[in-house]
């Protein structure tokens, strides 16, 4: 069974930077595409960013382009998303998600049970 946990979420200030990690296990991190989301209390889960199974590829929400770096280590079995110039508006629960190349939550299918990361002006 595939499991994904996240970790490295905390309080930040504006402006400071966080990285989270999202370990694979029950099954080898290269076999899988990998997400990152976040969900704010009273909204949808947003997608923020996207990697393909060798890190050649990558995609991010246009909120975080540029500011948010996704990268993988597939020795590792490990995901990870670099949060630099982090903004109030950021703060959400982050979620790590395994099996899609999209965009859309609903196509994954091995979630993890998210990371709160909170921003304070």
């Known amino acids: 069974q595939v499991q994904l946990a996240e970790s490295g979420g905390g309080l930040v200030q504006a402006g400071g930077s966080l990285r989270l990690s999202c370990v694979v296990s029950?099954?080898?991190?290269?076999?899988?595409?990998m997400g990152w989301f976040r969900q704010a209390p009273g909204k949808e889960r947003e997608f923020v960013a996207v990697i393909n199974w060798n890190g050649g590829n990558t995609y991010y929400a246009a909120s975080v382009k540029d500011r948010f770096t996704i990268s993988r280590d597939n020795a590792k079995n490990t995901a990870y998303l670099q949060m630099n110039s982090l903004k109030p508006e950021d703060s959400a629960v982050y979620y790590c998600?395994?099996?899609?190349?999209?965009?859309?939550?609903?196509?994954?299918?091995?979630w993890g049970q998210g990371t709160q990361v909170t921003v304070s002006s």
């Open positions: 998600a395994a099996g899609s190349i999209g965009t859309v939550y609903r196509e994954y299918r091995y």
């Open positions: 029950g099954s080898t991190l290269i076999t899988y595409p």
